[in-house]
């Protein structure tokens, strides 16, 4: 599932535009924090090795190699499973 690099809200549209935000935050969308190739450790923190440098990772660019990463949610991530467990417990306590 496509998410907000900021916020976490999912991002339902297919396509994200150059122009696009958040719906919840109003967080640019096409930015290189929301990128499949973003990475700190790499040069210009960038794995795409044609790409140009962009200044500001969490702003709106023109990168023509964006692709929105899809963040995989694991059964431990967030605090879901724990108060999912907890409602559980709570139903069979006296």
Not at 6 to 21: A, M, Q, T, W
Not at 29 to 45: K, T
Not at 52 to 76: M, P, Q
């Amino acid at each position: 599932m496509k998410r907000c690099h900021k916020c976490g809200e999912p991002v339902i549209s297919d396509y994200v535009s150059i122009r696009d935000v958040c719906a919840s935050c109003g967080t640019d969308l096409h930015a290189c924090l929301n990128c499949v190739f973003y990475d700190r450790g790499s040069y210009n923190e960038c794995r795409e090795p044609q790409s140009e440098w962009v200044g500001e990772k969490d702003k709106n660019n023109f990168c023509d190699f964006f692709r929105f990463k899809v963040a995989r949610r694991t059964a431990t991530s967030g605090g879901e499973t724990d108060v999912a467990k907890a409602r559980l417990e709570a139903l069979f306590k006296k």
